[in-house]
């Protein structure tokens, strides 16, 4: 058997369809096909059910998958071991971020990063913190980053930085006249939220404690799909909602003048790279995460792991 039957092997495991899995291979169906009979033959057993859809493995062929991963984990250490030897580094690295991160944390570290480091691919995709965790387990992306902690059975988190959120304050709302607000400040009814799915939803929800007191009677509900519209909607309209902080970097002066930060000790989200237990590409990740760090505010920086709100 080959390490490239390997890969293939688990390619079908993942996508369930050999179709699938021979184009995340850059190979041909027939190729992929060939080549996993050319494994069962060799081996004497099915490694999948063909007869069901989607395709799923043989309980031995389970068992050969599992096998698989930790042989080409292996491998990918003695390929970093080698690189470091050598002193380069090469390779892909597979990321996923959340939606409420990639627009404002991407732009501050991709091209520093591609410029040090050309022979490094990085492909990166926003996804949903659910979608992140159960790629990481599937091993179809490398690192996740994305707001923590989650308690996540064989989920390692490594803190990068804690956020501030803060208040975007309608002139027309009462809260545009405090120099600091409280969560009580907040009207349910003038809040205006992120679309079910995100994560931060869930945290301005446990901030404001709005699962306990409810929304009132309303004409209009609108969820939005990013914190740009959220931003157009306070100061279109009566209302107020909550950014993180690397959302309000690129404010102009007048949108400067709708920020207002919660009284002390500020809430925070914790922003993490989390990996799988058996990840690999240790070396590539150690080095994505010293150019985030190096690429963050150093006012961010020094925001402390004090009132931290849950996801």
Known sequence: MTFVQLEYIIAVDTYRHFASAAEHCFV???TLSMQIQKMELELGVKIFDRSKQP???????????DQA?????????????????????TGELKIGIIPTLAPYLLPLFIQQFTTKHPEVRLVV??????????RLRESRIDVGILVTPLNEPGIKEHVLFYEELVAYVSKNNAAFNKAFVVPQDIDPNKLWLLEEGHCFR?????LCELRKVGKGHNNFEYEAGSFET??????????????PQLATYDLNSNQQQLVRQFKRPAPMREVSMVVHRDF???????????????SVPDKIKLNKSRNIIPV
Not at 202 to 206: F, G, H, P, R, V
Not at 280 to 294: G, T, Y
């Open 202 to 206: 869930s945290q301005i929800l446990n």
């Open 230 to 243: 959220l931003r157009r909607m306070v100061e279109l309209n009566d209302g107020i909602t909550v950014l």
């Open 55 to 65: 395709v799923v493995p043989t309980e031995i062929g389970q068992q050969l998958v």
């Open 125 to 134: 995709s926003e996804l949903t913190t659910g979608l992140i965790i159960s």
């Open 28 to 30: 041909t169906q027939p």
């Open 280 to 294: 690999v590409k240790k070396r590539l990740i150690d080095v994505l995460r010293h150019e985030i760090m190096d």
């Open 69 to 89: 991963k930790r042989i080409l984990a292996e491998k990918n250490v003695i390929d970093e071991l080698v690189q470091i030897k050598k002193g380069i580094l």
